[in-house]
């Protein structure tokens, strides 16, 4: 690349005012910054990290590398953003929380996770390294916030290097704590080639990190090449692994997306027992276009909270041309049902609602389209009973003339729900797709939530049963809903309401 290494990687107040500047004033030009999802003020956002509550706040991190579209080849930076907030909705934004400033993270302080221990939340991370010939070693590093804010890095690794049987792809520490001492869930890659996530334990957190083994699963061999991200938590006296892995061949309309995320849920673990006898197939957490690399955090209400990166590694976004890129999801409460998990929107989200309208309306074939105006940032709840199966489809962010829009399609007789992002404007990421079969299944009755951003739709079906997410980047004159019977007889009721 014809520049030292050291000036790639480097702390965040070295970096010359004026660049950093010019590019958080680019991106505020864009014309798709979100209304209520968090972004980053300039450049790349990517993984959740360090999702905590901790001293009375929430406390999230991202990944950031802020200067990734200045054309300037001595900056390079990619560490943690730190965010707080008292509801998980507004989020203040601290600037950077982990810097990649240490000789174990000097190119990158990667992905890792929070643990409050009392007085000061413990963090666990991935800190990444390149030699000349650009060989990877990865350090797992921790360190500890007080109730300042200061973050103190430990002066040793808790591990150095590769561990014996896997490569160098081997990353990104979820922690937890039982009365066994303290875990984390490690993404790594056998030398096969394959992905598997290990266990590590310390008795302290502090000291002593070691690998008990693999999370034992019925996927030993061939299920993708990476899991990035792992993350380990028991609901209803299960264990859930949920994890991004890299290397799924897309199959009957599953794991259509550059690189996957699921889960397996099966019993729980424990140090002296790392199987997870799974009670089921592999389930994708979202069946949308955008999601990677979550994670959750336990409340002091007990209530499990998932958040993550909407967007996914090696895919183009168009507010790349405004030098930015990635927002999280809105915050998600998990529970588990017959086996799955469900997702709902965190229920603070309905103190931000406002100017509600009630919706009714029946169609059939014989009617016209309903039309709603909607300006960008809304919620709409709907429910819908079908006496004549058949189709329905609602066209979201949609012009007058019906040329473009991002369509859900409902057919009662195959039992489908279609999310088509084809025409919902500036393309993206369309050499994967761009329908998806987000649900089979019985649709006599249908619960929908939709959360309409500046330029992201997440949709909740079937009360949190499945999910879709989808950046999608409409233009001005996209303000309408239409909906429209194709066939049969819908009765669609629910609310309409302003958030942002
Ligand atoms: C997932 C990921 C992680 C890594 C981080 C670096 O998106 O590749 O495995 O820690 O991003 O930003």
């Not at 000291?207 to 899991?227: A, I, K």
Request: net charge negative; proline share 5%; glycine share 10%.
């Amino acid at each position: 690349l014809g520049v030292a290494p050291e000036h790639y990687y480097t702390n965040y107040a070295a970096i010359p005012d004026h660049l950093k500047e010019e590019a958080v004033a680019r991106s505020a030009e864009s014309p798709f910054r979100q209304l209520f999802h968090t972004e980053a003020a300039s450049g790349y956002l990517n993984d959740p990290n360090g999702f905590s509550h901790f001293d009375g706040k929430y406390h999230l991190f991202y990944q950031w590398t802020p200067l990734k579209y200045t054309q300037e080849p001595n900056v390079w930076y990619q560490g943690w953003h730190h965010l707080i907030s008292d509801d998980m909705v507004t989020w203040e934004s601290l600037g950077p929380g982990i810097e990649p400033d240490t000789r174990f993270e000097t190119h990158g302080a990667y992905s890792g996770s929070g643990w409050d221990n009392g007085d000061e939340l413990l963090l666990f991370y991935t800190g990444n390294t390149r030699n000349e010939d650009w060989q990877r070693t990865p350090y797992q590093l921790l360190a500890t916030m007080d109730r300042q804010g200061r973050i103190k890095k430990a002066a040793t690794p808790a591990i150095s290097g590769t561990v014996p049987g896997y490569t160098d792809h081997f990353r990104d520490p979820k922690i937890w704590k039982t009365e066994e001492g303290y875990f984390a869930v490690i993404g790594a890659q056998r030398t096969d080639l394959t992905g598997a996530a290990l266990v590590l334990h310390s008795e302290n957190g502090k000291t002593d990190w070691r690998v008990l083994g693999e999370v034992g699963t019925d996927r030993h061999t061939n299920f993708g090449y990476m899991w990035e991200c792992p993350d380990y938590f028991e609901l209803d006296g299960k264990g859930i692994l949920l994890f991004s892995p890299q290397g799924l061949a897309p199959k009957q309309n599953r794991f259509e997306n550059i690189y996957q995320i699921g889960y397996l849920v099966g019993s729980r673990i424990d140090k002296n027992n790392l199987s997870l006898r799974e009670e089921g197939d592999f389930i994708e957490l979202d069946r949308g276009f955008d999601i990677y690399a979550t994670q959750t955090a336990i409340l002091p209400d007990g209530r499990r909270i998932l958040s993550g990166w909407m967007g996914l590694p090696e895919i183009e976004y168009p507010t790349e041309a405004y030098g930015y890129c990635g927002c999280l999801l809105l915050p998600r409460e998990l529970r588990l049902e017959d086996g799955r998990l469900k997702q709902r929107p965190i229920r603070e989200l309905a103190a931000y609602e406002t100017e509600e309208k009630v919706l009714s309306v029946r169609l059939n074939q014989d009617t016209a389209a309903e039309r709603l105006a909607i300006s960008f940032g809304h919620v709409l709840k709907l429910h819908c009973k079908n006496p004549a199966a058949g189709q329905l489809v609602i066209d979201l962010y949609s012009n007058e003339e019906r040329t473009r829009y991002t369509r859900v399609l409902f057919d009662s007789v195959k039992g489908e729900v279609w999310l088509d992002r084809a025409k919902s404007g500036l393309p993206v990421g369309e050499a994967y797709g761009t329908k998806r079969l987000i649900w089979g299944g019985d649709l006599s009755e249908i619960e929908l939530a939709l959360y309409l951003d500046r330029s992201s739709i997440e949709l909740f079906l079937q009360d949190g049963l499945v999910t879709a997410s989808a950046r999608i980047f409409p233009d001005e004159s996209q303000q309408f809903v239409h909906m429209e019977s194709l066939a049969g007889a819908w009765e669609v009721a629910g609310t309409q309401a302003k958030l942002d």
